[in-house]
């Protein structure tokens, strides 16, 4: 495997544009142009769906069916009315995302798809340009109200900055960073890793350890807080290996390996079993399904097969 893995969801290849955000008068040529892509979200009103089911819903956008699946753009003038995101521009022609007021309707040969079901189908534009809208969409979506004085707020930068309509102040995209970790050993001369199973989760289904930074903690220190409260493991010696946004709905998830070295109290039931595998047993128990891995679109399928050495078959 390679010795510095791209999570499938940190693939890009459009640039940001994000000097050209502010630029009105090259946003009214670009949204003016025929040859501008624009990706539409679905969207609804989260009173009827509730704000988890409208971050699903935000994750949604035309795909094209078959073996080789794609986006689906439209033109500004076929874009429905809604916020308005700059995705970005290749230098050929800018693209943007539209957040839609309703559901998105099939069209011949292509279906309304999550980010989590395509990420991992969608080539390098496709997966950077999709990722970003998703995150700026359910950004948007849920701030709506300045945390400062209660006002509502309006759309300013492209999509990349909300203005309070009563002072003027200015509030830019959240990210919560999280630390997701695959713990590692040796014993008795065999390498070994460490899985867990989430007591929501069917008993076959294993991951690794993950959990959100704390304030004033720092990205190590998260780490081995982490997986001494999940699984009661004493770890040391952090290593960053690579990180991946998960816009579901803002968090960016920071991958490390970390070694065990000893045993700990553990002080929370988030993880219901852990168990470490060998190589040779965690091939074996994938095989005969005994263990499912997490989806390839994951961060976490790409810490456990960077570790193993090869890729692994089967997915949640």
Same mark, same amino acid.
């Given at each position: 495997?390679?010795?510095?893995?791209?999570?499938?969801?940190?693939?890009f290849?459009?640039? =940001? *544009?994000?000097?050209?955000r502010r630029?009105?008068?090259?946003?009214? $040529?670009?949204?003016?142009d025929?040859?501008?892509?624009?990706?539409? %979200?679905? /969207?609804?009103d989260?009173?009827?769906? @509730?704000?988890?089911?409208?971050?699903?819903?935000?994750?949604? *956008?035309l795909?094209?069916?078959g073996?080789?699946?794609?986006?689906v #753009?439209?033109?500004?003038?076929?874009?429905p009315?809604?916020?308005?995101?700059l995705?970005?521009?290749?230098? !050929?022609? *800018?693209?943007?995302?539209?957040?839609?007021s309703?559901?998105?309707?099939p069209a011949p040969?292509?279906?309304?798809?999550?980010?989590r079901?395509? @990420?991992? %189908?969608?080539?390098? +534009?496709d997966t950077?340009?999709m990722?970003?809208?998703?995150? %700026? =969409?359910n950004?948007?979506?849920t701030?709506?109200f300045?945390?400062r004085? /209660?006002?509502?707020t309006s759309?300013? *930068?492209? @999509?990349?900055?909300?203005?309070?309509? $009563?002072?003027?102040?200015?509030?830019?995209?959240?990210?919560?960073?999280?630390?997701?970790?695959?713990?590692h050993? !040796?014993?008795d001369g065999?390498?070994?890793?460490?899985?867990?199973?989430?007591?929501?989760w069917p008993a076959?289904?294993f991951?690794v350890?993950?959990?959100?930074?704390d304030?004033g903690e720092?990205?190590?220190?998260a780490?081995?807080?982490?997986v001494a409260?999940?699984? @009661?493991?004493?770890?040391?010696?952090p290593?960053?290996?690579?990180?991946?946004?998960w816009?579901f709905?803002?968090s %960016?998830?920071?991958?490390?390996t970390?070694?065990a070295?000893?045993e700990? !109290? +553990?002080?929370?039931?988030?993880?219901?079993?852990?168990?470490? #595998?060998? $190589?040779?047993?965690?091939?074996?128990?994938?095989h005969?399904e005994?263990?499912?891995?997490?989806?390839?679109?994951?961060i976490? $399928?790409?810490?456990?097969?960077?570790?193993?050495g090869?890729?692994?078959?089967?997915s949640w």
């Amino acid at each position: 495997m390679d010795a510095d893995p791209t999570p499938l969801l940190s693939r890009f290849s459009v640039d =940001a *544009a994000a000097h050209l955000r502010r630029d009105e008068e090259w946003l009214a $040529r670009a949204w003016a142009d025929p040859g501008t892509r624009v990706l539409v %979200l679905e /969207g609804g009103d989260p009173v009827s769906y @509730g704000w988890r089911a409208i971050m699903a819903k935000q994750s949604r *956008a035309l795909v094209t069916t078959g073996d080789d699946p794609r986006l689906v #753009f439209v033109s500004p003038g076929e874009a429905p009315e809604g916020e308005r995101y700059l995705l970005g521009s290749d230098g !050929e022609r *800018a693209y943007f995302a539209v957040r839609s007021s309703g559901d998105l309707a099939p069209a011949p040969g292509a279906e309304p798809a999550s980010l989590r079901e395509v @990420g991992a %189908l969608l080539d390098d +534009r496709d997966t950077g340009l999709m990722t970003r809208a998703v995150a %700026l =969409a359910n950004w948007n979506a849920t701030h709506g109200f300045c945390p400062r004085c /209660g006002s509502t707020t309006s759309s300013a *930068a492209a @999509g990349h900055v909300r203005v309070c309509d $009563r002072e003027g102040s200015e509030q830019f995209p959240r990210t919560d960073p999280a630390v997701i970790m695959l713990v590692h050993r !040796e014993r008795d001369g065999r390498e070994e890793v460490l899985l867990g199973n989430n007591p929501r989760w069917p008993a076959q289904r294993f991951s690794v350890l993950a959990g959100f930074v704390d304030a004033g903690e720092s990205l190590e220190q998260a780490v081995v807080r982490e997986v001494a409260e999940e699984a @009661g493991i004493v770890v040391e010696s952090p290593r960053y290996l690579a990180s991946q946004p998960w816009p579901f709905p803002r968090s %960016l998830m920071v991958g490390y390996t970390a070694r065990a070295v000893g045993e700990t !109290e +553990r002080t929370d039931d988030e993880i219901a079993v852990t168990r470490w #595998f060998t $190589r040779a047993e965690l091939a074996e128990a994938v095989h005969a399904e005994e263990v499912l891995l997490p989806g390839r679109v994951s961060i976490a $399928r790409t810490l456990i097969e960077h570790w193993y050495g090869a890729e692994l078959p089967g997915s949640w």
